[in-house]
Each structure stands twice: as structure tokens, then as C-alpha cells.
Nanobody, 115 residues
């Protein structure tokens, strides 16, 4: 059984820093992409950052220059370094693994940025 677990969320002040971590366990199959998404109250889930199998990295325009995605452990661990956080970054952050066996999501971790 595949499990995806995020950690590292919390409450920070405007301009603060957080590092999110995500780990997948179990037989997950071939991984084609890993990414972070977020969903704020009353808004749709949106892509924050993603690494694809060929190594290309995409960021949402709103986080470029502030957030950095990275991976480790044969693609089964993914991080999101978040600097210069803003109140608009407040959301539940989800980790996602796109694989040959389907797409797996974590349960989400809350990030709250106070002004």
C-alpha cells in the first residue's frame, strides 16, 4: 500500500521561511513527476512547483524566486523550500507523485502566513 506523507507546515509571519517535506512509501512504480500543489479556502487547487522525469522544473508565477523544489531518495522524497512567505501563500499544501500506477496524493499540510 502506498502512503504519501507531508510535513513541515505551520504558522509563520510575513517574510518568514518554511521547508515542507514529503515522503512516499510502498511500491509506487515508475515516477514521472513529483510536485507540490496548494488549495486556499474557497479556491481551486493549484500547482505550486513540479519536477518532471526529464528534470525540468516548473513554478507558479506567484512563487518564482521565492520557492525551490527538490527531490531525493530515488524520487521518493520531495521538498519545498519556501522563503519570503506572504499571507497570500496561506493554504493547505499537498504533495503529489505521478506514477505508472496512478497519481498519489498526501493528506496535506497547513501553511499559515500572518501579516
Amino acid at each position: 500500500q502506498v502512503q504519501v506523507v507531508e510535513s513541515g507546515g505551520g504558522l509563520v509571519q510575513d517574510g518568514g521561511t518554511l521547508r515542507l517535506s514529503c515522503a512516499a512509501s510502498g511500491y509506487i512504480g515508475g515516477i514521472s513527476a513529483v510536485g507540490w500543489y496548494r488549495q486556499a479556502p474557497d479556491k481551486q487547487r493549484e500547482l505550486v512547483a513540479r519536477i518532471t522525469g526529464n528534470g525540468s522544473i516548473d513554478y507558479a508565477d506567484s512563487v518564482k524566486g521565492r520557492f525551490t523544489i527538490s527531490r531525493a531518495n530515488a524520487w521518493k522524497t520531495v521538498y519545498l523550500q519556501m522563503n519570503s512567505l506572504k499571507p497570500d501563500d496561506t493554504a493547505v499544501y499537498y504533495c503529489s507523485f505521478a506514477t505508472s500506477r496512478g497519481t498519489y496524493w498526501g493528506q496535506g499540510t497547513q501553511v499559515t502566513v500572518s501579516s
